[in-house]
């Protein structure tokens, strides 16, 4: 269901995507080191921009070698000029995607004026133009569509705002989209390495995420894989994205860090006219049908509430330009779980005080807390029964994002901009586990701040720079212990801690210790073994993009500097953990749970800062010899070095022998 509060943009209701077909020929070879020739190649393609190239003829077909193009945005204000080369070409390159008006000029003809270009996201446009005779008069020309080839050899999906909003978007989530782009899929299985979207056959986790050209990527050091199903740190809000692309196979040598898909999103800027978006979608249980496995007269509730709004406006007209978005989602969700507990019967035979207060403190007060008690027959072999539990359990999840972006046109030659996102997601696991003292959530911050500089030296010569900060915070707060559970502590007779109640914190040795029963009879209580546990990584990213046209190349080189800090904490078996050893059912008895126990924990910090420096550096030629072949060179080298820990909590590995002496061993 949705509801539209407001939405002063003048959206179109139906869109469709179009495929140019490029009118040329030519062999095509690939060669090693990134180096490829093609016909024609991708020419002049910018990290978050557009390109538009064209001859400018007259009715003879005679190149006009005197003149001047210039690319004009109504939006902004800004306009771009090339002067015609020797042959009559003109240039644009690094130019924001969006639509323009082309102008061109030249002394004794009539200026050529095409009202609706179009330039997309890492798209190399060819326009032909042909001047006819006539000083001081304009031949305007609305039906350009048909002329504007994409010439582009790279494998790209390409998604412009339009096809966002006209395309079925479950979720309001882009990166579904992404399986639309020609050679991805989803990979079978859950989520993390080798699972999510595969671009070519590589890994998810092998993808390269790009906002506004900075870095996106989780870095996880030292796995040196990116973290979650596809490795992404934050989203922007869906109406925040003015087109985003999917690159999949020859992509040029200024991408590069990953082998697997190039997923480039470029934000919206403010225009000189103010607009503003505000929706909400909802789902809610009166909409609902019963779920199969639901006991029959209950329905699983899900409420779903995703609301927010986008604006855009001038700070100063043709000059400064302002726009921001919000999205909120809240969730909450009811579901049905079975859970197998002891029954009141066997926990009375109990004769150990310490067990037998952790399950009077659990097992009792769950089957009270909403659940619904069930007797199992199947297990009446324990000779005292057992208790079959079905309980409706709450899953909220909230998710708040905010978006920002400032642009600063100095001048036609000079452009900087800003962009900031912080996404705030909390699922709140108090209730999200059938057994008490069990359940656990996930709360996460990621932030990312891109500061972008375009300065042209000349209409030929284009220098980019970006500074990018993101930061990602991880953390999984645990389900707190009653407070009966916690006085059942003192009944402990042996041990360090004999006498006193356990503590409160599931990070300390005398906490509440995780039961199970290692023949998987009863379901485990408390929180996992391998808690607590959280993480935090930071990347600072440094680049610079120096483009050049000269004659018929156009020249680019550039660097990258990635600096990450990863800190973080994961360790299995850091808490206490009381295992029931039991391997048959028929062997389960009050003298197995009262006496076959074990302690065990790992003392010290799994706390780690890890710390790594990536570069990437590129060189690359594209020779348009005629405007059927283009000749493109390519190469990139990156630097992945060995990482390093901040507080030297890494050492070499070895082995003992016998006689407990070192053995010789590979370098790690």
């Known amino acids: ?340 507990l002891p029954s009141l019967e066997l926990i009375n035979t109990v004769t150990n005080p310490a067990f037998k207060g952790l399950l009077q403190s659990f097992y009792p007060n769950t089957i009270s807390n909403g659940g619904v008690a069930i007797t199992n027959a199947n297990f009446t072999n324990t000779g005292v029964g057992s208790i079959s539990q079905i309980r409706k359990l709450n899953n909220p999840l909230d998710n708040d994002g905010g978006f920002v972006r400032f642009d600063q046109n100095w001048s036609d030659r000079h452009q900087t901009f800003l962009t900031g996102s912080i996404n705030n997601i909390v699922s709140n696991g108090a209730n999200t586990a059938a057994v008490l003292y069990s359940g656990y959530g996930s709360t996460s911050r990621p932030y990312h701040f891109v500061l972008g500089d375009n300065f042209a030296f000349s209409a030929r010569t284009i220098n980019t720079a970006r500074v990018a900060v993101q930061r990602t915070a991880y953390s999984f707060p645990g389900e707190a212990a009653p407070a009966a559970a916690l006085a059942s502590g003192a009944a402990r007779v042996g041990g360090p801690y004999a006498g006193l109640a356990y503590s409160a914190s599931i990070a300390s040795a005398n906490g509440v210790p995780t039961l199970s029963d290692t023949s998987g009879i009863f379901s485990a209580l408390g929180v996992p073994s391998n808690f607590p546990q959280g993480r935090a990584s930071n990347t600072f990213v440094e680049s610079d993009e120096l483009s050049m046209v000269r004659g018929k190349h156009q020249f680019k080189v550039g660097a990258e500097l990635r600096r990450i800090q990863e800190n973080g904490y994961f360790s299995n078996a850091v808490r206490p953990v009381v295992s029931i050893l039991d391997s048959t059912l028929a062997g389960f008895d009050a003298a197995t749970l009262s006496s076959q126990q074990q302690y065990f924990f790992l003392t010290g910090t799994s706390n780690r800062g890890f710390r790594e420096l990536e570069q990437g550096y590129f060189a690359q030629d594209s020779w348009r010899i005629t405007d059927r072949f283009t000749l493109e060179l390519g190469l990139r080298y990156e630097i992945f070095p060995p990482f390093n820990e901040s507080k030297g909590l890494v050492t070499q590995g070895y082995l003992e022998d016998a006689n407990n002496n070192v053995e010789q061993c590979t370098s790690i």
Not at 228 to 240: H, K, R
């Open 1 to 340: 269901m949705t509801r539209t509060l407001y939405d002063s943009e003048d959206l179109p209701t139906m869109y469709f995507l179009r495929f140019s077909k490029v009118r040329a020929f030519g062999p095509a070879l690939a060669l090693a080191l990134g180096m490829a020739v093609t016909a024609p190649a991708v020419f002049a393609q910018a990290n978050i921009g557009g390109s538009l190239h064209g001859t400018v003829t007259d009715k003879t077909g005679a190149n006009i070698a005197t003149g001047t193009a210039t690319l004009s945005s109504a939006d902004m204000g800004t306009s771009y000029k090339s002067p015609l080369s020797k042959t009559g070409v003109y240039q644009f390159s690094s130019i924001p995607p969006g639509k323009y008006v082309l102008a061109v000029e030249s002394p004794g003809f009539a200026e050529a004026k095409f009202t609706d270009v179009v330039i997309n996201l890492n798209q190399d446009e060819l326009l032909p133009v042909s001047l006819a005779v006539g000083a001081g008069t304009t031949v305007e020309v609305t039906s350009e569509g048909d002329k504007v080839v994409t010439t582009d050899t790279a494998v790209v999906g390409l998604f412009t705002s339009e096809t966002i909003k006209s395309l079925p978007l479950n979720g309001r989530d882009y990166q579904n989209l992404i399986l639309l782009s020609p050679g991805v899929s989803r990979s079978a299985g859950g989520t993390g390495q080798g699972s999510g979207v595969v671009a070519s056959g590589t890994r998810a986790t092998n993808n390269n995420y790009l906002i506004d050209g900075a870095d996106n990527n989780d870095p996880v050091v030292p796995s040196g894989a990116a973290g979650g199903s596809n490795g992404q740190i934050g989203a922007v809000p869906l109406d925040e994205i003015a087109e985003f692309s999917v690159i999949t196979t020859n992509g040029s040598a200024e991408f590069g860090r990953s082998s697997g898909a190039i997923v480039n999103v470029v934000t919206k800027s403010g225009t000189n006219t103010i607009h503003g978006t505000l929706f909400e979608f909802v789902r809610n249980p009166k909409f609902n049908t019963r779920q199969w496995f639901d006991p029959v007269g209950f329905k699983s509730a899900l409420k779903q509430n995703d609301f927010g709004g986008r604006f855009g406006l001038p700070l100063i007209k043709d000059k400064t330009f302002m726009a921001g978005a919000y999205e909120g989602y809240r969730q909450r969700q009811s579901l049905t779980t079975t859970e197998f």
